[in-house]
């Protein structure tokens, strides 16, 4: 799938590029020009690292920027990113272009040394232009328009707003291409967070129906591949194919599954027009685009950061505490918030192969609108900070310096206070900033330690929503518990979406795989094949590509490889049902909730069996020996628990190890360069933990060293590198 739609998105020359990189240090060091971090070509010096702060010059009175790039460069930030959400201010009206303001901003940031990210404005139009082209507003899911006045209310479709979008970009881009200071660029904003999470216009059905045309080629393809005989909807032009908005019954599975694959390369289309035009008038710059990542699942970040220089994400997990609270009903447990921004950052690694990724916005306050969190407990925002960086961020900036005294975000706390003080957490984050720049960039550009991995599938994703089987079954809640789950083991894990290379992993999880192509069966296959342990659960293998139901008996394409057959499904919605383990996974007996896949060994060893009703006796966990390796079906929805110590107990079998054991509540990871490896404690509780050392270690943010039984203090940080 993701193949094609590549192929259909502009490209880039990577000769230029490669020219750039091979030829373009020697130039740019001639010219005093600093060179983008992204493009260097091995560890430099602490000037090139990203350590910064968000900044709003165009909400800022111009009598305090001196003022502002002064105590910025005292506090140690080497980058700011600023211009975002100003395109008011430099187009005042159509084709009218204002920079002098935008330039003076610069001129006195870079008099600081303080380098500039600057950001596209995209996210937010200024209203001459809604007023001019009404029609550029997205459609919700229930068909109704969006409304001017907030902001990511536009269509990724619409030929016009790309049009404008490009042009202001272009004009920045051509504006600061040569300016002093300047070494970056950030798409757009959030690309993946809005209050509808796709469009449905009239311009998104036809760029829909362009989309299904190039995929499918016919109509009769398309109307095999769909189904479309059911309830009379053979289509016999590709006009006629409508967006799934409401129509008195559920839409076709497979017309739904390609709406959200269309509204993602939409908006990754819409963003590379921006990225083809910085290339070519920058090619000096890096550029990113800043996203909140997991548990939102509108836009497939692989796609949109495949071209991109490296991975910027955005961290806040005390708003994101917030909204937990707020709604009752997550799946998610508040309690799992350290692990789950763990999941967010492992990802954000993970999607360019293990390169080192940006937080562009890192929450250094109370945080949120209309309600927003509290202050973070003392310590809390270095805790985050070096958890990021734990997990492979190369940099961090704060939102933001300043908190706004006016606007929606008056209540996203910065830096300052609203009177200028300095907020609770100024010296924390000031501390922090010079931790990382003592660490310095062999640290922060290393690469992160993983022998586990854990798919993660949009289609998969997209798909479960479209047709949960149990209203309750969310494919994002399993992927957090199964992530929760090995959270608990301290071991590296990469957070790897379909079509990555296996090979490099002892042991790969993969929940609710509800749709499965041919390519990623034959991946799978070879890596157990190869000695891999592949260890998935209930759902797999069900739905082809094009979502229609698979005429083998399930787990269709991996039924030989998992050595089982499922002999039925059933979703649980009111007595749980019991799971009796093996010896080979000996503990308490387990509960299943949500679903079972009841399980028919063909060759398969049975680890746990179901206890309750007509199915107690029957297979609930299996594993098959296949080649060098091991397939494991978990059949039922297993209880956090037993699936935490399931999950633990077979990547001990595959060989996983951590350097140590922490107590609960600490986080232990690991990055590596070369033949060094740093040890990063993160204690996530407010008391003091102790910890058992196995070997003598240097605390690299105290210079002490560190042996036997340590003390990490509560919120406390120790980055461990072993003693020569
Ligand atoms: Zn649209």
Not at 119 to 131: Q, Y
Not at 409 to 423: A, C, P, V
Not at 673 to 680: A, E, L, R, Y
Request: charged share 20%.
């Amino acid at each position: 799938m993701s193949r094609r739609i590549s192929e259909r998105r502009p490209t880039l020359s990577p000769l230029n590029r490669r020219q750039f990189l091979s030829g373009a240090a020697a130039v740019v060091g001639a010219a005093g020009i600093r060179y983008p971090i992204w493009a260097l070509p091995g560890p430099s010096s602490a000037g090139n690292l990203l350590l910064g702060v968000d900044y709003y010059p165009d909400q800022t009175p111009e009598s305090l920027w001196d003022e502002d790039s002064r105590m910025m460069a005292e506090f140690g930030f080497t980058n700011v990113r600023i211009a975002e959400f100003a395109w008011g201010l430099m187009e005042p009206a159509e084709g009218k272009f204002d920079f002098a303001w935008l330039h003076r901003a610069v001129e006195t940031l870079h008099k600081y040394n303080i380098s500039i990210i600057l950001g596209t404005p995209s996210a937010a139009p200024p209203p001459w232009l809604m007023v001019k082209y009404p029609d550029v507003v997205e459609v919700n899911e229930k068909g109704e328009p969006l409304h001017p006045g907030g902001r990511r209310f536009t269509c990724p479709t619409n030929q016009v707003y790309r049009r404008l979008s490009l042009i202001i970009a272009s004009a920045m881009a051509r504006e600061f291409a040569e300016t002093p200071g300047v070494i970056g660029w950030q798409i757009d904003n959030e690309l993946t967070l809005g209050s509808s999470p796709r469009c449905y216009c009239n311009f998104c059905q036809a760029g829909f129906q362009t989309w299904l045309r190039s995929r499918y080629g016919s109509l009769d393809n398309l109307n095999k591949s769909w189904g479309t005989v059911f309830w009379s909807q053979t289509y016999t032009d590709f006009s006629q194919i409508p967006v799934p908005l409401p129509s008195g019954g559920d839409p076709n599975p497979g017309l739904a599954l390609d709406y959200d694959r269309y509204q993602s390369y939409a908006n990754v289309s819409f963003q590379d027009e921006q990225l083809v035009m910085l290339r070519k008038t920058c090619p000096r710059h890096f550029v990113t685009t800043n996203n909140v990542g997991l548990p939102l699942d509108t836009i497939d970040l692989r796609s949109l950061y495949e071209k991109l220089d490296f991975v910027a994400f955005d961290n806040y997990p005390g708003f994101f505490e917030m909204l937990l609270h707020q709604e009752s009903n997550s799946p998610i447990s508040p309690d799992t918030i350290p692990a789950n921004i763990a999941l967010g950052h492992d990802f954000a690694r993970s999607l360019k192969g293990g390169k080192p990724f940006m937080i562009m916005e890192e929450q250094s306050g109370k945080a949120g609108q209309r309600s927003f969190s509290p202050q973070p407990e003392k310590g809390q925002v270095r805790l985050w900070t070096h958890q990021a960086v734990a997990h492979g961020a190369m940099g961090v900036n704060y939102f933001r310096w300043d908190t706004a005294t006016f606007g929606a975000e008056e209540y996203w706390h910065g830096i300052l206070n609203h009177d200028r003080s300095r907020s609770p957490g100024y010296n924390e984050i000031k501390q922090a900033v010079k931790e990382l720049k003592g660490l310095g960039p062999e640290v922060l550009n290393s690469s992160y330690a993983a022998d586990a991995a854990l798919v993660f599938d949009y289609d998969c994703s997209w798909a479960v929503k479209i047709q949960p089987g149990n209203f309750a079954l969310s494919y994002m809640a399993q992927v957090t518990s199964w992530y929760g789950a090995m959270s608990a083991s301290h071991t590296g894990i990469d957070v790897i979406t379909p079509g990555a290379d296996l090979a490099a992993y002892k042991i790969v999880f993969a929940p609710v795989v509800y749709v499965l192509s041919e390519a990623q069966a034959a991946r799978i296959r070879s890596f157990v094949q190869g000695g891999g342990m592949f260890v998935t659960n209930f759902r797999l293998g069900v739905k082809t590509e094009t979502s229609q139901m698979v005429r083998t008996p399930l787990p269709g394409l991996l039924r030989d490889v998992m050595g089982v057959t499922v002999a039925d499904y059933v979703p649980i919605y009111s007595a749980k049902q019991g799971v009796k383990f093996s010896p080979t996974l000996a503990g308490a007996d387990g509960q299943c909730g949500l679903w079972a896949d009841i399980l028919q060994p063909s060759g398969a060893e049975v680890l746990g069996s179901y206890t309750n009703g007509e199915h107690a006796g029957e297979a609930a966990v299996t594993m098959n020996s296949f080649g060098k390796g091991k397939a494991i079906y978990i059949g039922g929805d297993l209880d956090a628990a037993s699936l935490s110590r399931v999950l633990r107990a077979l990547a001990a079998s595959a060989g996983v190890k951590r350097p140590f054991d922490v107590p609960a509540g600490v986080e232990l990871t690991v990055r590596k360069s070369g033949d060094k490896q740093w040890i990063f404690l993160l204690n996530h509780t407010s008391v003091a933990q102790t910890v058992g050392l196995t070997t003598a270690f240097t605390d690299l943010l105290t210079k002490e060293a560190q042996s036997g039984t340590i003390e990490l203090s509560g919120y406390g940080v120790k980055v461990l590198q072993a003693s020569v």
